[in-house]
Structure formats: structure tokens, C-alpha cells
């Protein structure tokens, strides 16, 4: 009886602690967490260490670090600006393979931040079927993509055709193929953290690899719906960073800690601003606004048409508020002028929580960026993070309000039909012209 209330101080003693510890753990970190750590193996990444060149080190060596990071940012910022330019200069079919590069760079980016957390129990043909699953997914979507815009080519060729009709079968298998092997990759013991490891890589495939294939879809449209979101994403990054570096002071989100509403508001209005004025030099060339086609004669991608009524400057008239602010009763733009202005207000208001959700994740995992590929900015998938999201919303866009049926597609499927199926169309559309008034009666034709 003497030691019962011995045994309750301990007790208590032991909860307080418990307590206590569960108390200190960092930013939101639960007891799952913790366990998640001693299955992994030990604790997550570290962050990445400073990784600015040498010469810029040295040159900037009299300067505080934000003022540093502020010229690092920028030079670095106006390099890869220049090189986006490069990349528009050289045409579609270059644009296309840095895509191809970028998907394939983000989805190396964050397979290897699973790699550091699980590589301490050496996890068999993790790796391997990785990048395995990443070739299945890129052959199915770019197999559909080959079929869809170069129809003719494929019909042309015998082992192409064989492989367009038989494209979804193929990928389908080579999908189970990966999904037996990692079936028998399972070891003991490990079962829970190979699974992890699964769910890993198919959400990363769904979000890298298909938005990289919509990106592909929008550039087929017309270079401008690839080359306008894409901009307006940079500009909003830049102009957020710029009103916030001078004029923020109040914290937007407790994910990133820099990111101010000064910063997030100005950033707006000048994206918006910048999407208009972009839209509106290049609406005027046909390079920018024609679809992307392939040219069957030269065999190369052609981009000539007749601009759509979306390219065409229109009269339009100002709203009386506005007519004595601005002085103007009518003001002539481009259609896709408007569409710009949705399109620069979603980067700016809906783009940025890709950002976010970006640094939700290196929180979770206790990096500071995905990888350290450009110095002031991290990993590629730093810089595109917002990107993707921009990706989905265009491709969306395009099919709600902009792209009607494509006669030259039609044509296409119509030219591959047996003959009689061939027939039964034509009579079938001839009669609904008749119909309508458009062509002569069916016994004078």
C-alpha cells in the first residue's frame, strides 16, 4: 500500500514527459511522423546547401545575404529568360523536346527525395521500375498524341499503323508488365514502405507526366496559348517577388513564410497588365497564332493559316464609368485579348497555390527545394511547380470555350473507314445539305 503512491507520481511523471515531448514536436509533426522516421530509417533530406557559383560569390561578396540572393535571383532570373526566348526562336518541334526534358527532370527531382527517404532499407528495382512506370505513361500519352496530329504519317508507314491500332493494348501491357514485377519485388517486412513507395510514383506521374501532356495539347493549338500562360506565370513569380522584396509586410501564408499579400496584390495587377499587352503583339503574327500542323509533303511542322476571328482586331465599346476615366467612347483590340485577361488572373490568383502546395511538400519532408539545379531558384520543379497547374487550366479552357470540331481531323477518320462506310456517310451528309438548303435537290444531283 506504501508504494501505490509511489507508483502514481511515476506515472505521472512519465505522462508529463510524454506530454511534453509530443509538445516540441516541429511544425504541426505528429506521432505518425515520428514513426514514419524510424521505418524510414532515419530522418528526412537536409536541406540543400548554397550551391551560387563561385564568381558570383565573389562578386557579390560586399553585399548583405538578402541583397545577394536578390542579384543571384535576378541574373540567374534573366538568363533563363533569355533562354525561353531561345527555345520560341527555334519552333515547336525544340519546344516540344524541352518539355520531354523538364517532365523528365521534375519527375528525377522528386522519385530522388523518395530515394533519400527510403534508400536505407535498399528497396529492390525501386529505381528500375520508377523509371519504368515513367516510360509506360510517356509511351501511352505520346503514342495518343503521334496518332491524333500525325494521322497521315502514320497510315503511311506499315509498322506505324500496326502500332496506332494496337497502341492502347500494347501500353496496357507494358503497364501489367511493371505492375507483376513490382508485385514480386515485395520483400518482408518492408511490404507497408514498398507501398508507400508505389503511391509515390503514380502520383508523381500524374502530376508531371500528364500535365507535360497537356502543355503539348495547348502548343498544338497555337504557339500563343503556350507561350502567353507560360509568361504570365513568370511575370507573376517575378512581380510578386518584386513587390514583396520593397513593399511587403504583411505574411500570406504560413507555408511560405515570404510570401506577402503587398507581394500576391501587385503581382496580380501586373500580370494582368502584362498579359494584355503580350497578347496583343502577339496576335498580330500568324508564327504565334496558327495551329501547329504537320506537313505531310515537306514532313516537317507548318504553322500558316488564315488567323481566326480570335486574331483579329474588334471594335469594342467602354462601359460609361469608365468613358470618363479614360476619355474613350470604343477601343479596338483583339478577342483573345479577353481570354488573356482570364487567363493572367487565374496565374496569378489560382497559379500561386501550386507554389504553395509545392512548399507544403519540401516542408513535409524538411527540404528547402527540390533539388539544387539553378542557383538562387533550386530544382527545376521549383520553377515549374506553378506551371503544371497553369497546364490543366488552358487545356481546360480551350475545350470549354475555344476549340470547336476540327474538319481536317474528321477527314482524317472518314479516309480510313471501309469504302461502303465511306459511302453511307457521303449520302447521309448529302441528304442533310439537301435538307438544309445548301445543296440542289437529290434528283438533280
Not at 128 to 137: I, N, Q
Not at 163 to 184: A, E, P
Not at 298 to 306: L, R, W
Amino acid at each position: 500500500l506504501q508504494r501505490v503512491p509511489a507508483l502514481c507520481l511515476v506515472k505521472l511523471f512519465v505522462s508529463n514527459l510524454q506530454e511534453s515531448e509530443s509538445e516540441n514536436k516541429l511544425d504541426g509533426e505528429t506521432a505518425s511522423d515520428s514513426e514514419s522516421k524510424s521505418e524510414f530509417g532515419g530522418s528526412p533530406p537536409v536541406p540543400t546547401s548554397d550551391d551560387t557559383p563561385e564568381v558570383l560569390n565573389r562578386a557579390l561578396s560586399n553585399l548583405s545575404s538578402r541583397w545577394k540572393n536578390w542579384w543571384v535571383r535576378g541574373i540567374l532570373t534573366l538568363a533563363m529568360i533569355t533562354f525561353f526566348f531561345i527555345i520560341i526562336y527555334l519552333g515547336p518541334m525544340v519546344l516540344m523536346t524541352i518539355v520531354m526534358c523538364v517532365q523528365i527532370k521534375c519527375f528525377h527531382e522528386i522519385i530522388t527525395i523518395g530515394y533519400n527517404v527510403y534508400h536505407s532499407y535498399d528497396l529492390p528495382w525501386f529505381r528500375t521500375l520508377s523509371w519504368y512506370f515513367l516510360l509506360c505513361v510517356n509511351y501511352f500519352f505520346y503514342g495518343e498524341t503521334v496518332t491524333d496530329y500525325f494521322f497521315t504519317l502514320v497510315q503511311r508507314e506499315e509498322p506505324l499503323r500496326i502500332l496506332s491500332k494496337y497502341h492502347r493494348f500494347i501500353s496496357f501491357t507494358l503497364y501489367l508488365t511493371g505492375f507483376c514485377m513490382f508485385v514480386l519485388s515485395l520483400v518482408k517486412k518492408h511490404y507497408r514502405l514498398q507501398f508507400y513507395m508505389f503511391g509515390w510514383t503514380h502520383v508523381t506521374l500524374l502530376i508531371v507526366v500528364t500535365q507535360s501532356h497537356l502543355i503539348i495539347h495547348n502548343l498544338f493549338e497555337g504557339m500563343i496559348w503556350f507561350i502567353v500562360p507560360i509568361s504570365c506565370v513568370i511575370c507573376n513569380d517575378i512581380m510578386a517577388y518584386m513587390f514583396g522584396f520593397f513593399f511587403g509586410r504583411t505574411p500570406l501564408i504560413k507555408l511560405s513564410p515570404k510570401k506577402t499579400w503587398e507581394g500576391f496584390i501587385g503581382g496580380f495587377f501586373a500580370t494582368v497588365l502584362f498579359g494584355l499587352l503580350l497578347s496583343y503583339v502577339m496576335s498580330g503574327y500568324r508564327c504565334f497564332t496558327c495551329p501547329v500542323e504537320f506537313n505531310n509533303d515537306t514532313n516537317s511542322f507548318t504553322v500558316d493559316c488564315e488567323p481566326s476571328e480570335l486574331f483579329q482586331l474588334q471594335e469594342y465599346n467602354i462601359p460609361l464609368v469608365l468613358q470618363s476615366v479614360v476619355g474613350w467612347k470604343t477601343v479596338r483590340m483583339y478577342p483573345f485579348q479577353i481570354h488573356s485577361i482570364a487567363l493572367s488572373t487565374f496565374a496569378s490568383l489560382i497559379g500561386p497555390f501550386g507554389g504553395f502546395f509545392a512548399s507544403g511538400f519540401k516542408r513535409a519532408f524538411k527540404i528547402k527545394d527540390f533539388a539544387n539545379t539553378i542557383p538562387g531558384h533550386g530544382g527545376i520543379m521549383d520553377r515549374f511547380d506553378c506551371q503544371y497547374l497553369m497546364a490543366t487550366f488552358v487545356n481546360v479552357y480551350i475545350a470549354s470555350f475555344i476549340r470547336g470540331p476540327n474538319p481536317s481531323k474528321l477527314i482524317q477518320q472518314f479516309l480510313t473507314l471501309r469504302p461502303d462506310q465511306q459511302l453511307h456517310i457521303f449520302n447521309t451528309l448529302k441528304a442533310h445539305l439537301v435538307d438544309k438548303g445548301m445543296l440542289g435537290s437529290l434528283e438533280d444531283a
